[in-house]
């Protein structure tokens, strides 16, 4: 009987650990280590928010649109290449386009209802290699895709 | 005076009621032989029994958040009782950062087993298992804080989420008066599964409860009535030598 009363009144802890921060781990193409790259801007394209300009980045961290299912985001960096013995920096602009789900989760009564974002998968890319590690966006997760350049 | 009695005695709990079958039989005197009982069981059913939970038609009348109502029905054959229940839930919460509502109909399907196999009104301490299924839908409206957008007002909803449990169920039947019964049926859900939802995860099945949990407890208050489908024969008497 004492169970029955404990378990109906049984308190859920409020473990939220959702956001809608994208992370995006940076690889080398040839090591796949980790690398770090100085990018003129990235940008949304939805809303067209600049989210870094001229930032040298090893991780970037990406908020995904809320009320779509759809998030693009821009990449525009110079890349040096060898021409002819000599290194010469080109302007790259590079497109990532990541679908996913939003699906609200209610934790219990007490905390509240929240939006977490899952299934997040590459429908286009103009990155070479791209791959999802996490496609969920989760507070405890560190790296949820990575881009090799 | 007896009325009384039996339905204190449906308060009760089950397990005293076994202890107290196992002690009669224990006090019997060892040198007495009891005959063999050579009457056959009958597995012809002796009527159909039709219920209401009293607990949800109180508390859709007390509580504003809650709406529901469960019927059920059994069949006895000799002491196996296949039963049916069939229910509507529906939830109005206040959660922390908005609403949550839901409502949707459920049905129940098993069998008991009693375990008073010689009581002249049929009463019953029994065991059973339930499989449950539940159609049903539910929304969200809730307010949250992002990086980009603080206090983002959010609308989620999914209908036609369809849910299904197990249950092992235990409980008493009392024979309160002619063809009326009262009794309760305690619930130990187990295993719910979902599907068929996108924007939301199920949080409360109607028939099960918090989806999150993986077991939960259930529990009715019924009152029966007896709708005869032959004559009963009276149940074998036990001679002694």
Request: charged share 25%; aromatic share 14%.
């Amino acid at each position: 009987m004492a169970l029955f009363f404990s378990s109906c009144f049984e308190q859920t802890d409020c473990l939220i650990n959702n956001t809608n921060i994208l992370k995006i781990g940076l690889k080398g193409r040839t090591l796949g280590k980790d690398t770090t790259v100085t990018f003129l801007s990235i940008r949304t394209l939805e809303d067209e928010t600049i989210l870094y300009e001229n930032k040298n980045l090893s991780k970037v961290e990406v908020p995904l649109q809320i009320s779509d299912t759809v998030t693009t985001v821009i990449f525009d960096y110079n890349e040096s290449i060898v021409v002819s013995d000599t290194v010469q920096s080109i302007f790259v602009s590079d497109t990532l386009t990541l679908a996913y789900k939003n699906q609200t989760r209610v934790i219990s009564r007490d905390c509240g209802a929240y939006l977490y974002q899952l299934d997040a998968y590459i429908p286009e890319s103009t990155f070479e290699k791209v791959r999802v590690t996490s496609s969920i966006l989760l507070t405890t997760v560190t790296i949820n895709l990575e881009i090799f350049l | 005076m007896k009325y009384f009695y039996s339905i204190l005695l449906s308060f009760g709990l089950v397990i005293p009621a076994f202890t107290q079958e196992v002690e009669t039989e224990s006090e019997s005197e060892p040198a007495e032989i009891k005959e063999k009982d050579t009457v056959k069981a009958d597995y012809r059913p002796t009527g159909i029994r039709l219920a209401t939970d009293l607990i949800s038609l109180i508390a859709s009348q007390v509580d504003t958040k809650f709406n529901g109502w469960e019927v059920n029905a059994d069949v006895d054959f000799y002491r196996y009782y296949l039963t049916v229940d069939y229910g509507y839930w529906a939830k109005q919460l206040s959660i922390d950062n908005g609403y949550f509502e839901n409502s949707g109909n459920y049905f129940r399907v098993g069998a008991d087993v009693n375990f008073l196999l010689k009581d002249p009104d049929r009463n019953m301490v029994f065991l059973g298992y339930r499989y449950g299924q539940s159609t049903f839908d539910h929304s969200s409206n809730y307010l949250q804080d992002f990086v980009t957008a603080p206090e983002y007002g959010m609308s989620y909803s999914d209908t036609g989420v369809r849910a299904h449990w197990m249950e092992l169920t235990s409980g008493l039947r009392i024979k309160i008066w002619k063809m009326i019964w009262v009794g309760y049926t305690a619930r130990f859900k187990f295993a719910p599964r979902a599907k068929g939802y996108s924007e939301m995860q199920p949080y409360d099945i109607p028939g099960y409860g918090i989806y999150e949990k993986k077991i939960y407890w259930g529990f009715n208050y019924q009152i029966f009535i007896k709708i005869p489908v032959r004559k009963e024969d009276q149940p074998p008497l036990i001679f002694e030598k």
